[in-house]
């Protein structure tokens, strides 16, 4: 019976490492000049199954918010949104247009060449979540997502938020 539960239990221990898996690509913050109180983080995501961002923190911002830019009767709005589907095997861009997260209360400056911790809480269709660690580069007021994504990025909102 011995040799069962061992291999009872390494299929269990199988089955969970076979759950949702989400990767984080090309993640970066907008540096900041001096007295700003607002930034963006900008990044791909990609996850094995159904699941969505539901939150993300940092260290860095006393609020974090999920926000959405979109064209409402020709008009540009934008604002907080609950969460991001993250449909399986989809990769999901957070980028100046669409979704992006927005630091806001800066703690501090965030100067180009910065390394900035940002937590991710992506929850699956079952509603488990998980935490994802990423530290992510400042780039320059005027940087762009790398142009290895395919299409072509037109400028950013700026200030808008």
């Known amino acids: ?3 069962v539960k061992y291999l009872m239990l390494s299929l269990l221990g199988l089955s969970l490492h076979v759950s949702a ?3 984080v690509d090309d ?6 000049v001096a007295g700003q109180q607002a930034s963006g983080a900008f990044m791909h995501i990609t996850s094995t ?4 961002l539901v939150e993300v923190k940092s260290a ?4 974090v918010q999920i926000h959405e830019m ?11 949104v609950p969460f991001v589907a993250l449909p399986a095997g989809k ?8 979704y992006h997260v927005m630091l806001m209360d800066l703690v501090g400056q965030i100067k180009e060449g910065d390394s900035v911790p940002l937590t991710l809480v992506i929850e699956d269709a079952k509603g488990v979540q998980q935490s994802i660690e990423v530290n992510a580069p400042a780039r320059a007021l005027n940087a762009v997502s790398k142009p290895d994504h ?3 990025h037109r400028s950013d909102h700026g200030n808008m938020h």
């Open 1 to 3: 019976m011995k040799p």
């Open 21 to 23: 898996q989400t990767t």
């Open 27 to 32: 993640a970066w913050v907008r540096a900041t």
């Open 49 to 52: 199954t159904d699941s969505k």
């Open 60 to 63: 860095v911002a006393k609020t």
């Open 70 to 80: 979109k064209m409402v009767n020709d008009v540009m709005s934008m604002g907080p």
């Open 91 to 98: 990769t999901v861009d957070i980028e100046p247009e669409g």
């Open 150 to 152: 395919g299409a072509m």
